[in-house]
């Protein structure tokens, strides 16, 4: 089958960077869209950037200008870089990945949610 592992939370300072990613590895043919998601205590989880397999991203407006999505084709791996990040960037961030299997299934998979803190 195929699975996600995600990486690269932490403890930042405002103003700071940091860069998550998520690999996927299995039984993969190929990946079809991708987003990264967050989730605050006590708010809904929500979207924070998608990156369609045209390659269109969508961004919320809050991260718009700070926060970029990318792709590795030959590592199955997304990326999201946040820069300028601000307390209020404070969450569980999962990534979603809407997958193509070797057997033509269709999966929407999440990863497993990686803090990120952002504080001084």
């Known amino acids: 089958q195929v699975q996600l592992v995600e990486s690269g939370g932490g403890l930042v300072q405002p103003g700071g960077s940091l860069r998550l990613s998520c690999a996927a590895s299995?039984?993969?043919?190929?990946?079809?869209?991708m987003g990264w998601y967050r989730q605050a205590p006590g708010k809904d989880r929500g979207l924070v950037a998608a990156l369609n397999g045209g390659g269109s991203t969508n961004f919320a407006d809050s991260v718009k200008g700070r926060f970029s999505i990318s792709r590795d084709n030959a590592k199955n791996t997304v990326y999201l870089q946040m820069n300028s990040l601000k307390p209020e960037d404070t969450a569980v961030y999962y990534c979603?990945?809407?997958?193509?299997?070797?057997?033509?299934?269709?999966?929407?998979?999440w990863g497993q949610g990686t803090l990120v803190t952002v504080s001084s």
């Open positions: 299995g039984s993969i043919f190929s990946i079809n869209a």
């Open positions: 979603n990945l809407q997958i193509t299997t070797t057997a033509l299934r269709y999966l929407d998979l």
